[in-house]
């Protein structure tokens, strides 16, 4: 167990629904990463935030978003949902410098 | 184009064998972090090297950190099964906390 939990594990939807995802950070780390993982791009950045602001944006389309609320928990949202989002979504925590990722076990989302 | 590349993409060696991942870019990098990926799990974190030159051992692994603060390197001596996994190298730019990943290496080790 690493502390950084994500729920679901896996989830199957269809095509243009909308699915949130669901990170809580290890205790004491202020900073929250979401990651897509897939076969063909690997490890792709999507969002940072840091003790509920967000501070940085990656490759992430307009249809999702996210947010870190007061307890720093995070979400991400992704909607109207296409076959090509299928993949591994990643979140990590940090204390906040150069120390390191803590890496959840992911969600495996699929799209049919 | 990735900012960093792995290579190679795939090795399968035999136990005991010694091996080295690299990790190059054009790109120079603030901090450098090398992470390793089982099946169905997060990356989980080996190294984080910040200085040119700087050199880490962990065991069997030893990091490298390139002078020039753009490419790194992976060696495992005597490599053991126990080490089959997808490695992965990641770098910081500048003041930024968001790591940019390499492609992975695939590392088989056979009995």
């Known amino acids: 167990d690493s502390g950084v939990t994500q729920t679901p594990k896996h989830l199957i939807t269809a095509t243009g629904q909308r699915v949130t995802l669901r990170c809580s950070p290890r205790?004491?780390?202020?900073?929250v990463y979401w990651y897509q993982q897939s076969l063909d791009q690997g490890l792709q950045f999507l969002i940072h935030y840091y003790n509920g602001e967000e501070r940085a944006k990656g490759n992430i389309l307009e249809r999702f978003s996210a947010q870190q609320f007061p307890d720093l928990h995070s979400e991400l949202n992704l909607s109207s949902l296409e076959l090509g989002d299928s993949a591994l979504y990643f979140c990590?925590?940090?204390?906040?410098?150069?120390?390191?990722?803590?890496f959840g076990s992911g969600t495996r989302l699929t799209v049919v | 184009t990735q900012l960093l590349e792995q290579s190679p993409q795939f090795l399968s060696i035999q136990e005991g064998e010694n091996l080295t991942v690299y990790c190059n870019s054009s790109s120079v990098f603030s901090s450098l972090q090398w992470y390793r990926q089982e099946p169905g799990e997060g990356p989980v974190l080996l190294v984080t090297v910040v200085t040119g030159g700087e050199v880490k051992k962990l065991k069997r692994l030893t990091f490298q950190f390139g002078d020039a603060r753009k490419d790194s390197s992976l060696h495992i001596t005597a490599a053991q099964p126990g080490d089959t996994g997808l490695y992965l190298c990641a770098g910081a730019r500048g003041s930024a906390r968001q790591l940019t990943f390499g492609s992975g290496t695939q590392l088989t080790v056979l009995p």
């Open positions: 205790s004491g780390d202020l900073s």
């Open positions: 990590a925590s940090s204390v906040g410098g150069f120390d390191g990722y803590t």
